[in-house]
């Protein structure tokens, strides 16, 4: 019993206290900073707080298709991104999900040259949730594309659980400075 009250008063809080958090921070041949790092070429900017893939061939956000209810392209285009997602568009825009979801089966899709290609029944067999795309505008990015390769990365020491908040896609927090006065 003396021991399991030692570990919970003692060890387990010093724990806690001593844990330091950490991001990996990506920067390109520039010194632009591209955000925290995810995985493979996908990072995370705290500042729209939306993440995206990297193009290793162009150095550009990744793209993503958008897709249509029918097999004519025509009509509201729709976009598998979540709202926390950013993806060039084929009409050569960044672009996030939105809000509500939709359910459905696509007919066509508009690839990466802003063709329109039609699914062929029995390719998609289950309704996928689709949301309208919302433009990104350059202005809320705060970097200039393509970016240039190789790549730098810088383990960022971030606080300690007593302060920061973490899970997935979300930075640290840095613990406030306490202030000194001088007597």
């Not at 709202?83 to 939105?98: E, V």
Request: hydrophobic letters at 35%.
């Amino acid at each position: 019993m003396r021991h399991t009250l030692f570990f919970v008063a003692v060890i387990f809080p010093a724990v806690l206290v001593s844990t330091a958090l950490a991001e990996i921070w990506c920067y390109d041949a520039n010194k632009q900073f591209l955000g925290v790092h995810q995985s493979g070429l996908t990072f995370f900017l705290p500042e729209p707080k939306k993440s995206f893939e990297l193009s290793a061939t162009t150095g550009y956000v990744a793209f993503s298709p958008y897709y249509f209810q029918e097999d004519g392209c025509e009509e509201q285009p729709y976009t598998m991104l979540p709202m926390n997602r950013i993806a060039l568009g084929p009409d050569g825009k960044l672009h996030s999900g939105s809000s509500p979801l939709v359910r459905f089966i696509p007919g066509s899709y508009l690839n990466a040259r802003n063709g329109c290609v039609r699914i062929e029944a029995g390719q998609w067999t289950e309704a996928d949730s689709f949301s309208k795309p919302v433009e990104i505008s350059d202005s809320e990015i705060p970097i200039a594309f393509p970016v240039a390769f190789p790549l730098t990365y810088k383990y960022v020491q971030a606080g300690s659980v007593q302060y920061g908040k973490v899970h997935t896609g979300t930075p640290a927090r840095t613990p406030p400075q306490r202030r000194r006065y001088m007597r």
